[in-house]
């Protein structure tokens, strides 16, 4: 029942923000912060957007490294039994700090092979 309500919200939610797209003629609303700034005015629409922004990155950087330091503990597991254990806080240090390395590459064509393994690992 949670997960209905969460999607119609979310669907209500995307119908508001396509309405807003253009609600003023002839300016287009491409960004969060200059719909927020339209919506509440300049100084206090950044007050408002910025943090809820914040938080959504945030959390989902959070998720995604917890959700690849665990598929890397997984993975290591399967593949050497009788290795030692390494802690799955060490695991997502690991994950982060090889994001961070393909983070510094000049352009998406460079990680194309490493999306690729990602996306197999992940099937499980």
């Not at 206090?44 to 922004?53: A, D, M, N, S, Y």
Request: charged share 10%; net charge positive.
């Amino acid at each position: 029942m949670v997960l209905v309500v969460s999607w119609c919200m979310t669907l209500r939610t995307l119908w508001q923000m396509i309405q807003l797209h253009e609600c003023v003629p002839g300016k287009r609303f491409d960004r969060y912060i200059d719909l927020g700034r339209h919506a509440f005015g300049q100084r206090l629409g950044p007050w408002i957007v910025l943090p809820q922004q914040l938080i959504v990155q945030v959390g989902c950087d959070i998720v995604y490294m917890v959700t690849g330091g665990k598929c890397l503990k997984q993975f290591m597991d399967m593949a050497c039994t009788n290795c030692t254990q390494v802690r799955q806080s060490y695991w997502i240090l690991i994950f982060g700090g090889i994001h961070f390395f393909l983070s510094q590459l000049p352009n998406f064509n460079s990680v194309a092979g490493v999306s690729l393994a990602t996306a197999v690992m992940s099937l499980r």
